[in-house]
């Protein structure tokens, strides 16, 4: 069974400083893809980053980073020098091929995150 | 262009109203999703059509009937809902089935049973 842990289920912070949302999998598969998605309260799931379970390489893109890390099955997202649009929900979500044909997506239950001006 | 548009954005119906939801993508994606997410947990997927055919059903009652008339359009069906149906529904698509690509979701239709 595929599972994803956000431990984090709320985070406050004062704009600027720096804050990492952990991740937690299990699978048994050897082939899977991790999802970082961001929800602000508009509602909208917004994709952020893939990253294949082949793929350990760590990823910055401006002032987001991405930890990889298979060894302790964890996909750990941080957000530097913290703004308050980064305010809203993080979800952490595993894909992983679930038979005939068919791909689940697993979320974890998400990190709400308040950045405080 | 990675837009999923949705409509309407808000809908509230009584238990005995039939209603539908739209959902448009103009990317090209080959798949399509459905899910419910209700307030302070994640997306719960209810159905995935691949290549226009529905290929997922998460054991969604049958007073939700989805459809897809061509690749770019995926609609849901409501019927003779629940006051617990109310939630955020969200459409998303992926350019195809696999687990390699990532969805891209459209805004949602807060959706009030009464």
């Known amino acids: 069974a595929q599972k994803v842990t956000q431990a984090q289920t709320e985070i406050s912070v004062v704009e600027k400083e720096d804050v990492t949302l952990d991740c937690v999998y299990e699978?048994?598969?050897?082939?899977?893809?991790l999802f970082w998605y961001k929800q602000p309260p508009s509602g909208e799931l917004v994709f952020l980053i893939r990253r294949n379970s082949f793929d350990e390489q760590n990823e910055i893109s401006g002032r987001y980073s991405w930890n990889f890390q298979k060894s302790t099955s964890s996909f750990n997202f941080t957000i530097t020098a913290s703004q308050v649009v980064d305010s809203a929900v993080y979800f952490c979500?595993?894909?992983?091929?679930?038979?005939?044909?068919?791909?689940?997506?697993?979320f974890g239950k998400g990190t709400k995150l308040s950045v405080i001006p | 262009d990675t837009e999923v548009t949705q409509t309407p954005k808000h809908l509230v119906m009584g238990m005995t109203n039939k209603k539908s939801l739209k959902c448009e993508q103009h990317m090209g994606h080959r798949a399509m999703y459905w899910y419910k997410q209700k307030a302070k947990k994640p997306p719960e997927l209810m159905f995935v059509y691949s290549y226009e055919k529905l290929s997922i059903n998460e054991s969604v009652p049958s007073r939700f009937s989805p459809e897809c008339p061509n690749s770019s359009l995926l609609n849901l069906h409501l019927h003779a809902l629940q006051p617990e149906d109310s939630a955020l529904y969200l459409c998303?698509?992926?350019?195809?089935?696999?687990?390699?690509?990532?969805?891209?979701f459209g805004p949602g239709t807060r959706l009030t049973v009464t």
């Open positions: 979500a595993l894909r992983t091929y679930s038979g005939a044909g068919s791909y689940q997506l697993t």
């Open positions: 998303a698509s992926s350019q195809g089935p696999s687990e390699g690509y990532e969805q891209y």
């Open positions: 699978t048994r598969d050897t082939t899977y893809y």
